[in-house]
């Protein structure tokens, strides 16, 4: 098992090798920025930035090799002979085709359980508790890198893989339809885990159940011999028919993993943990309940793998967050609290983030920032009003914040009383959150919206920089 010229001319025909040799033990990146001395930079042309533009930072920073299409030679020329002469050069027809195809003649070698997530909601917090108990229990595991779910992030996760691994959980996002197919096609997975099924990504994969039969193309190579692990409690889950076995999760009696009896209070969840015949007492130390439902995911796929109970039951009960995902972070200057769920929104995991937000005990003012939910195509004015109306069941809020264009829905549809402005971005926001600490001496507040509304350059703004993430 070794990534050397003859196995990159194995996995493609048409490549042509030219200058120095393939860096040992290579790291691919597609990224200029991320290039780290002896990594390979594969200059994909995207559909508004070309990667072949940027050869020359990728050199600068210290790249061992380039994988750069054919018809792009001439992104060379400004270089001579002796600044190439130690690089390895790849030339290629579709450098694209090129990442995927290596991706998934590597991913031939290993025998290894790969476990691939998917969801509406909860997807990344699944994989990396996946991946928490895996290393807790003493196995080398792969994870992937933060969110890289799409055909591009799982093919350089992929090329990740060593000898060393034990175990590898995939994250896998989509948000058009025929995707899943193609990225299961590079991963191959062993077993997978579908933690959700939401209103999310609308505009390219249609109604929910196109989005469920979407999804649910996790286990199209499955045969007899593979485990699907689905979220028992949804019935356009659970009602449809595999040709393999599955593993249900949920609150259901029906579930072979249970969650029974779950509370909220003091800024906890508690629960009992059914593991098929087995109770375990569990107590998380958070208040958004959906994790409970990442929690049974996650035990469900380790109690599958051989991961013993003891050990499952002490990893999930340890304090967990995820960058972005309901993330609890002090502000500056003493200012209070600031829940960072800005990674991404939809009608669901808002609702969560508000409920769980609702069950924070404390004496301080609470502010929501909630931006538009982005991708919900024509029914998009229908969720932004619903939102409005179940601010109603979020009593202890002070002040809400509404950034984008949709959340004018929101606020026509808010209840009566309730303090409430609407701006277009989040400098805006920035702007009238410093205001309303003019007015509190420290407050806790909730930041939440899809991803391209920007909520994240907030939150930034008002707490301490973050390392290792």
């Known amino acids: 098992m070794r990534f050397d010229e003859q196995f990159m001319k194995n996995a493609l025909p048409d490549v042509s090798i030219e200058y120095g040799a393939v860096p040992r033990d290579p790291h691919f990146v597609v990224d200029s920025r991320s290039v780290k001395k002896g990594d390979i930079f594969i200059a994909l042309e995207g559909e508004h930035v070309d990667g072949h533009a940027f050869i020359a930072d990728a050199l600068n920073r210290g790249a061992a090799g380039l994988v750069i299409q054919e018809n792009k030679k001439k992104f060379l020329d400004v270089f001579d002979l002796n600044q190439l002469k130690n690089i390895c050069v790849v030339f290629v027809r579709d450098t694209l085709h090129a990442l995927t195809s290596l991706a998934r003649a590597w991913r031939a070698l290993f025998s290894i359980p790969i476990i691939a ?28 890198v933060g969110n890289q779910n799409t055909a591009i992030g799982v093919s350089l996760n992929v090329l990740r893989l060593r000898k060393h691994h034990e175990f590898a959980v995939f994250e896998v996002g989509i948000n058009m339809r025929g995707e899943m197919g193609q990225i299961i096609n590079i991963l191959r997975p062993t077993t997978g885990v579908i933690t959700y099924i939401g209103h999310s990504h609308m505009e390219g994969l249609g109604s929910l159940s196109d989005i469920a039969s979407e999804k649910r193309d996790i286990f199209k190579y499955f045969t007899e011999e593979n485990i699907g692990v689905i979220n028992g409690d949804q019935l356009l889950l659970s009602q449809a028919s595999y040709p393999h076995p599955v593993i249900k999760f949920g609150l259901k009696t029906t579930n072979q993993i249970q969650a029974r009896k779950v509370r909220v209070a003091n800024c906890h969840t508690n629960f009992v943990l059914k593991i098929y015949g087995d109770k375990y007492p569990i107590t998380l130390k958070q208040t958004n309940s959906s994790f409970v439902f990442n929690t049974l995911a996650a035990t469900a ?36 609290t600031m829940i960072d769920d800005s990674y991404n929104a939809n009608p669901e995991s808002m609702k969560a983030a508000l409920l769980a937000f609702q069950h924070i005990d404390t004496s301080r003012k609470k502010i929501a920032i909630l931006g538009d939910m982005l991708e919900l195509g024509i029914n998009s004015p229908f969720w932004h009003r619903q939102l409005g109306r179940f601010l109603r069941k979020v009593p202890s809020l002070e002040h809400v914040i509404l950034v984008g264009n949709m959340v004018q829905w929101t606020e026509k549809a808010a209840p009566v009383g309730l303090g409430i402005e609407r701006v277009e971005t989040w400098q805006d926001a920035v702007n ?7 007015e509190y001496d420290s407050a806790v507040v909730l930041v939440k919206g899809s991803l391209g509304i920007g909520l994240g350059n907030l939150v930034k703004k008002f707490t301490p920089a973050q390392t290792g993430l």
Do not use: W, Y
């Open 432 to 438: 009238l959150l410093n205001t309303k600490f003019q």
């Open 117 to 144: 997530v998917t969801g509406s909601v909860g997807k990344t917090s699944t994989k990396e508790l996946i991946g928490k108990i895996f290393e807790e229990n003493g196995n080398e595991c792969l994870i992937t």
């Open 301 to 336: 796929i380790a109690h599958l793998l051989g991961v013993k109970n003891e050990v499952i039951v002490d990893v999930i009960q340890k304090p967990f967050s995820v960058a972005g995902r309901f993330q609890e972070r002090p502000m500056l200057n003493a200012r209070g």
